[in-house]
């Protein structure tokens, strides 16, 4: 039996998720509401932090095996937004190799999304530099080491 404070709160909810659906695709709805690949990384090859200009944070953890991605993850504390491009983003790169990889855009997580309103474009740009932040430390942390990273 549900109470009078859990009716109260799906309906809310379900007001929301309502009101989105006038400005976001409905794959960046999904993404923000049931996120993939959230989540640490429990020692990644790669880490990348950034936070952008809207002061939300992302983490991009990067698992690599034979020069590709063989996992990846995210955490953000942004909005809907950057959670939904924080998903799309660990999903594009999946199985794709680093060179592969640090060619994603935010152009490209834009597309991916169905489209974002301009005010959160931002958000893809975050991913992306979160991404590139990842692999640049990938990249470096490689140097010198026998290691084939580029595939």
Avoid at 36 to 42: A, D, N, S, T, V
Avoid at 102 to 108: L, N, T, Y
Wanted: glycine share 6%.
């Amino acid at each position: 039996m549900s109470s009078d404070f859990d009716q109260v709160m799906e309906e809310m909810q379900a007001a929301i998720i309502e009101d989105a659906r006038k400005t976001y695709s409905e794959k960046v709805i999904q993404r923000w509401i049931n996120p993939r690949q959230l989540g640490e990384i429990r020692d990644p090859q790669a880490y990348g932090k950034v936070t952008g200009p809207c002061g939300d944070t992302m983490h991009v953890f990067l698992k690599v095996s034979g020069g590709r991605v063989t996992e990846a993850r995210f955490m953000t504390d942004g909005c809907a937004s950057t959670i939904a491009c924080g998903s799309i983003i660990t999903e594009l790169i999946k199985k794709k190799t680093i060179s592969e990889a640090v060619k994603v855009s935010a152009a490209d997580v834009i597309e991916a999304s169905a489209g974002l309103p301009a005010s959160s474009v931002h958000c893809a740009v975050l991913a992306a530099q979160t991404l590139q932040e990842a692999i640049s430390n990938l990249l470096f942390s490689q140097k010198g080491k026998d290691t084939k990273i580029h595939s």
